[in-house]
């Protein structure tokens, strides 16, 4: 192996793993672990990948926050121009703060609250992503509360399967997601019946990880057929949102290219006489999550009758995606070369979290001892964003590297941090 899978950003030069001209056991060194690196390379190979399939069309790119949201992240992409596919009120004031065009985010999410959909309406963002119709009336009734109209597209559920995890598929009538396909004509219709309403667009975003182009095409059908249906009652839809869930490469999957989906949507859409169209994208992890690493040293070998664990100071509040999906993460050392005497072992990766559901890998090929850093691969989207204190551990830190230079782009967190907000002081009060 001499690069990490889904990146050639992250490679052994010498037997050391480099992350572009950086070895990364320099900054294990600097920083200490467990430690998340980032490759700016990667970031901006992932965003071309995309640009390539769309040059010369209407599509915009909307980074999907949730799938990392580290300020120097979103800044980056709000640098090349991308829009922001935000999910709370949190979100958007994250993407604010990186520098967003308020006009090019969108916001999704099946339980936006009045408190966001104000903020969000008084920032200007570009476009609701509306799920329900409880939803599009509280939105009418909070819009026309501040005197404003809510652009809004309707979040339409095509019911089509992304073959993919079920926790992670939005697509099928099961999910909570969306307005379900044989309902969304009647939506828009009392869309544009509502005063604090402006109908925009179309939107779905069917699961996330899929790894064949086919469900996108079967989605975008199913879209374009009301597309179809909703102009005919003389409501004009400027944009047709296709959503994110672009898989990556984990282990040995192969999903497509970015630029190869999106031209086979965009072919797929000129046959059907809507080429022209504004389209718009959501990609989250297949723009981060090949960008990152997660780096963590061994605390200790424990040999067992049955398994051979091999305890990390990473664990699954860092990295929950094992925990919650059986999620796979390639697992590598920073160096190559095992120290005189170290045996190879299958060992079972686990943090140090008191949780059975803590391993980070299962049955793992490695030549290791105490001491030694591994890196957790394709960590970069869904792992420090859904990070969490538990067992009162300190979220890492997170670095972000640019050929030569590292800069760190949030810093470890200490026991201050983890106690700050809980100034209770035994001094009760009551509602009299
Ligand atoms: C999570 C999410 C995305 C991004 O999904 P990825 O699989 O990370 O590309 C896009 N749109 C919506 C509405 C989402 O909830």
Request: hydrophobic share 40%; net charge negative; with cysteine.
């Amino acid at each position: 192996m001499s690069t990490l899978p889904g990146s050639p950003f992250f490679h052994y030069q010498d037997g050391q793993l480099f992350v572009e001209s950086v070895p990364l056991h320099s900054l294990a060194q600097a920083y200490g672990t467990p430690l998340f690196v980032y490759s700016k390379a990667a970031l901006g190979s992932a965003l071309d990948a995309y640009l390539a399939g769309v040059q010369g069309r209407q599509v915009s790119i909307h980074y999907a926050v949730k799938a990392n949201s580290n300020l120097a992240i979103l800044r980056y992409f709000a640098q090349r121009g991308c829009g922001f596919d935000i999910v709370s009120g949190g979100e958007l004031l994250r993407a604010l703060a990186a520098g967003a065009d308020a006009a090019r985010i969108v916001f999704s999410g099946v339980g936006k609250t009045q408190d966001e959909m104000r903020l969000a309406l008084q920032k200007g963002v570009g476009c609701f992503n509306v799920e329900s119709l409880a939803e599009l009336h509280t939105l009418n009734a909070v819009a026309q509360s501040l005197g404003v109209q809510a652009p809004v597209s309707l979040r339409v559920n095509p019911d089509v399967d992304a073959q993919t995890h079920p926790y992670i598929s939005t697509g099928l009538k099961s999910n909570k997601f969306g307005i379900a396909h044989d309902q969304a004509l009647a939506a828009y219709r009392l869309a544009a019946s509502l005063p604090g309403i402006a109908v925009k667009g179309i939107d779905c975003h069917i699961g996330s990880q899929i790894t064949t182009g086919a469900p996108y095409l079967d989605a975008l059908d199913r879209l374009l057929d009301l597309v179809t249906a909703v102009e005919a009652e003389g409501i004009a839809l400027s944009h047709i949102d296709c959503g994110g869930g672009l898989g990556i490469q984990y282990q040995d999957e192969q999903p497509p290219r970015a630029g190869d989906l999106w031209a086979q949507i965009l072919t797929r859409a000129d046959a059907r006489g809507f080429g022209q169209r504004h389209f718009m994208a959501e990609p989250g992890r297949s723009l981060v999550g090949n960008a990152g690493v997660c780096v963590t040293e061994v605390l200790y070998l424990k040999p067992g009758e049955e398994r051979h664990f091999c305890i990390v100071d990473a664990a699954m509040n860092d990295l929950p995606r094992p925990a919650l999906y059986e999620a796979y993460h390639a697992i590598a050392p920073l160096s190559q070369t095992p120290a005189a005497g170290v045996q190879g072992q299958v060992y079972d990766v686990v943090g140090p979290v008191c949780e059975s559901g803590d391993w980070l890998g299962r049955e793992r090929h490695l030549h290791v001892r105490q001491g030694d850093w591994l890196a957790v691969c394709s960590a970069g989207a869904y792992c420090m964003s859904m990070a969490s204190n538990y067992n009162s551990r300190p979220r890492a830190a997170e670095v972000l590297v640019d050929g030569e230079r590292h800069e760190l782009i949030r810093a470890r967190e200490t026991f201050a941090d983890l106690v700050q907000a809980e100034a209770g002081q035994g001094s009760f009060s009551t509602n009299q």
